[in-house]
């Protein structure tokens, strides 16, 4: 190996990712400066596309291999209350601590070196890799990586959000839905006249809470969890409130889709069949809206599907064959989060695995960080992973 690929820079270069600031809308520093990594490495045509997101490539040909990992992160939180400052990228025990080191730019160094060595070494496969540091990803999964990844039309995903070094097969979807109870008003001191929409919601959210949800063998239960509630007017003023909004989170199996999870909302207006005066009842598919550092702009309902990749299928068994001959861990799970596998194999089809640095659990949390050595091991872990899926070739369709 050359020097210049060696673990001392590669951990210096992902402290620097660290230290950039690339919360929602600021990720324009991280992805130049990632872009540049690519060019010194050898990457061909690396760039920041329309959508800005960072991509660079090796090799040509069938079949054709996208690996992502998103380099914005959740906002900065928790002020006062961490060890590490969020932006220090400070090394400890052998800990590396930074916002967003976890979830998920450790990751996003390790592919980028771990892809650049594999074709260093003069022996790789043919094919080829697109390795993509998307953005936005916090806003909403796939939304801004869906433009980058038409343009590779890649035969195989693979997602490096956090799994321990696990080799990841699927996930549960995720969708937010808002309710709306529609009362009446009145004045507070004849109720009465009222339909009051915050009592009657409590009532539907009691009852949501109660569902007995199917469970995926493999996945897990489907869920409905109330988030937030807000009630109009706020705040009221001696005012019965005539209007009461609610959020849902739903997490969900490959059967689901967004018709069949309003409707199962929906079907919970029959808590109020006894009431005297029933108010109305709309739900509806929350919307994301936000804008990129680039001015892009995004209006997309906030429906991620689930995805699955049969854990014996030849993607995933290419995976472990490479990661067992390289003596390393094959061990495999799914995740419990929603990562942009939702858009790679739930809106476009494509077979998709993850592997990524990290503890899934430790993302988001005060002093988020990742253990060095994990970073060498997973860094080889690409290496071994995308040489292994270009030497399977393109995976059949079933």
């Not at 920041?48 to 054709?64: K, L, T």
């Not at 390790?110 to 998307?134: D, M, N, Q």
């Not at 429906?303 to 495999?332: E, I, M, N």
Request: glycine fraction near 10%; proline fraction near 6%; hydrophobic fraction near 40%.
């Amino acid at each position: 190996m050359k020097s210049g690929l060696g673990d001392d820079r590669l951990l210096a270069f992902l402290r620097e990712l660290v230290a950039i600031d690339s919360t929602p809308g600021r990720e324009e520093r991280v992805v130049h400066r990632i872009a540049d990594e690519m060019k010194s490495l050898g990457y061909q045509d690396a760039h920041v596309d329309e959508a800005g997101n960072a991509v660079g490539h090796f090799g040509q040909g069938s079949p054709v291999v996208l690996t992502d990992c998103h380099v914005d992160t959740i906002p900065a939180h928790s002020e006062g209350q961490w060890s590490h400052d969020p932006l220090a990228a400070e090394v400890a025990n052998g800990r590396l601590y930074g916002l967003g080191v976890c979830d998920m730019k450790a990751s996003a160094a390790a592919v980028i070196y771990g892809v650049a060595r594999l074709f260093e070494s003069g022996h790789a496969p043919p094919g080829t890799v697109y390795v993509v540091s998307s953005i936005a990803e916090e806003m909403m999964e796939g939304a801004a990586l869906a433009y980058t990844f038409d343009r590779c039309k890649p035969d195989i995903a693979l997602i490096g959000e956090p799994t321990n070094l696990r080799l990841a097969f699927g996930q549960r979807g995720r969708a937010k839905i808002e309710v709306d109870v529609i009362g009446a008003a009145s004045h507070a001191g004849h109720p009465e006249v009222g339909v009051n929409a915050v009592e009657l919601m409590a009532q539907f959210v009691t009852s949501v809470a109660a569902i007995r949800h199917p469970t995926h063998p493999v996945l897990g239960p489907r869920t409905a969890t109330c988030i937030d509630i807000h009630s109009e007017p706020y705040p009221s003023v001696s005012m019965v409130p005539p209007l009461c909004r609610a959020r849902f989170d739903c997490r969900f199996g490959p059967d689901e889709t967004k018709e069949t999870l309003m409707a199962m909302l929906a079907e919970h207006r029959s808590v109020w069949s006894d009431a005297a005066r029933p108010p109305a009842l709309e739900v509806h598919m929350y919307v994301a809206e936000f804008e990129t550092f680039n001015g892009r702009r995004y209006s997309v309902p906030e429906y991620a599907p689930a995805w699955f990749t049969d854990p014996d299928s030849a993607v995933v068994q290419a995976c472990v064959t490479g990661l067992t001959k390289a003596g390393l861990h094959a061990d495999r799970s799914t995740y419990g989060f929603c990562t942009n596998g939702s858009l790679t194999a739930g809106l476009r089809g494509v077979t998709t695995v993850g592997y990524g640095i990290g503890r899934e659990e430790v993302a988001h949390t005060v002093d988020e960080y990742i253990e060095i050595d994990k970073l060498y091991e997973g860094t080889a872990g690409y290496t071994h992973i995308v040489g292994s899926l270009l030497g399977a070739g393109v995976p059949s369709v079933s």
